[in-house]
């Protein structure tokens, strides 16, 4: 597992994002890909259809992005984690404190709930009071599985050997990280 002061085998082009809601993953991706000069897969559009309702076509979608050269985007849904990291040459891991990926978590929902910003297909956040009765409440599903995919993390390396990871601890080791990669022409 490499830090953020460490250099990369080979120049990566098929890239995951991984960690816990709102350490910024969508948001390095997205700096990943115009830095690198390759695509940004948003894999929550894939995902969510209107009403927050599972697409029938996720499996095909997340099948037809990977299946490119130069990509890269966010390690999530069980559904294809695997498929994921199989086509992947570089995991970059979003390890942040959980004060910091949840003070993210809230205040991205705040801001998305009070301007009512149009996310995928339509949806919005839901209002602000569901917090309190709806147990996959985002805020309340980030607190509850902070946990849950640090050990598949630590030991990504067992089923996937090919990968290169890349552990960041923090905004800025990941900001110092990203500066040290050289910057590509878009696809």
Do not use: C
Not at 78 to 87: K, S, V
Not at 126 to 144: K, M, N, Q, S, Y
Not at 154 to 177: K, Y
């Amino acid at each position: 597992m490499l830090g953020a002061d460490d250099p990369l085998p080979h120049a990566p082009e098929r890239i995951l994002v991984a960690g816990v809601a709102g350490t910024g993953k969508t948001t390095l991706s997205a700096r990943l890909a115009a830095r690198l000069g390759v695509v940004h897969v948003e894999i929550d559009g894939l995902h969510w259809g209107p009403d927050w309702t599972p697409r029938a076509s996720f499996s095909d979608d997340v099948d037809a992005a990977i299946a490119g050269d130069r990509w890269v985007i966010e390690w999530q849904y069980r559904i294809a984690r695997e498929r994921l990291a199989q086509r992947a040459d570089l995991l970059v891991w979003l390890d942040y404190p959980i004060r910091v990926s949840m003070a993210r978590v809230i205040r991205r929902t705040l801001h998305r709930r009070l301007r009512r910003v149009e996310l995928w297909h339509g949806n919005v956040e839901p209002p602000l009071w569901t917090l309190l009765t709806h147990r996959d409440h985002i805020v309340r599903w980030a607190w509850r599985t902070r946990s849950k995919h640090r050990e598949p993390l630590l030991r990504i390396h067992e089923p996937h050997p090919h990968l290169t990871v890349v552990r960041l601890r923090s905004q800025a080791e990941t900001d110092r990280w990203i500066a040290r990669l050289p910057a590509s022409s878009p696809p």
